[in-house]
DNA sequence: GTAGAACTTGACGTTGACGTCAGAGGCAAA
DNA sequence: TTTGCCTCTGACGTCAACGTCAAGTTCTAC
């Protein structure tokens, strides 16, 4: 297929598959006249670099991360920059579902005036261990 | 206290301090000779913003956010704006769990090579319903 | 064969959350 | 009073993932 009906497909502008291809992250062919053509597989494979950018990587990452995910192999040392990678995603995660309750502890008094039900506190730490209020 | 400490003890950068003033989500006293003075509850503020930050929140954002915040209490306008954001910090997270997911995967073969016990694709759909390979 | 949609490369613009530098002033200790 | 660190206000720089023109070429449908 042609670069407009893969970026309608995979979601994404068509800018964006000619950036993806700069970066290097996305190949295809060429026709004689230069445009560009690809496979059914590359609807797949832009949702992937669509979701890793999504879990806060960059271009270069996912460049040096694909070839291993193609080949579902990979050395030691790249090894451990994907546990890196992963845990910054875990630590994220979390980060992400702690914002999240404290946007619902907000709502929830918001939309429910009155009913002090929910004694936590919106502002404070998150890994905090010292309690010492006097 | 002054920027400086409150910088360090926040763990973020004076200008970022003073970025969030200039964005309106950071407050400050002044002494007569203009430098900023905080109250010990500037840390646990700051790190709220950071949180919301790394939620995917911008300084618009969060700035309309930190008065209901304060108040705890909203317009059912601004409610629907603290849902929505809810919502997207959902999804965000459910990326991030997917994409975590998918690199454990990969760090799997890669770390035991030959051991065939998992087989799921690397690539492919999120949420597509379409099955369809013939 | 011709209009018009789709494609090409190239290059500058955008946005957000700061980094960084410059020049000037403030403040506590010696 | 001088030393040295802290702070102040601009103001320009940065970086990434594109957006957005511009000007020309190619494909498709009639």
């Known amino acids: 297929m042609r670069i407009g009906e893969l970026a309608s497909r995979a979601k994404v ?4 598959l ?4 700069e ?11 230069g445009q560009r ?20 990587l960059g271009s270069r990452m996912i460049a040096s991360f694909l070839p291993c995910i193609d080949a579902k192999q990979a050395g030691p ?6 546990r890196a990678e992963r845990a910054r995603i875990t630590a994220s995660a979390a980060e992400l579902e702690e914002a999240g309750r404290k946007l619902d502890l907000l709502i929830e008094l918001a939309a ?3 009913k002090r039900h929910c004694p936590a506190s919106l502002d404070a730490q998150s ?7 006097a």
Chains 1, 2 share one sequence.
Not at 13 to 16: G, I, K, L, Y
Not at 23 to 33: A, F, K, N, V
Not at 77 to 82: G, K, T, V
């Open 13 to 16: 502008s068509t800018r964006a």
């Open 18 to 21: 000619r950036y993806y291809e």
């Open 23 to 33: 970066q290097g992250i996305l190949s295809s062919e060429r026709t004689p006249s």
């Open 37 to 56: 053509h690809y496979p059914e597989s590359a609807v797949d494979r832009v949702r992937l670099i669509q979701q890793l950018y999504a879990a806060g």
């Open 77 to 82: 040392e790249m090894i451990e920059r994907l």
């Open 112 to 114: 429910h005036p009155g």
């Open 127 to 133: 890994a905090g261990g010292d309690v010492a209020p």
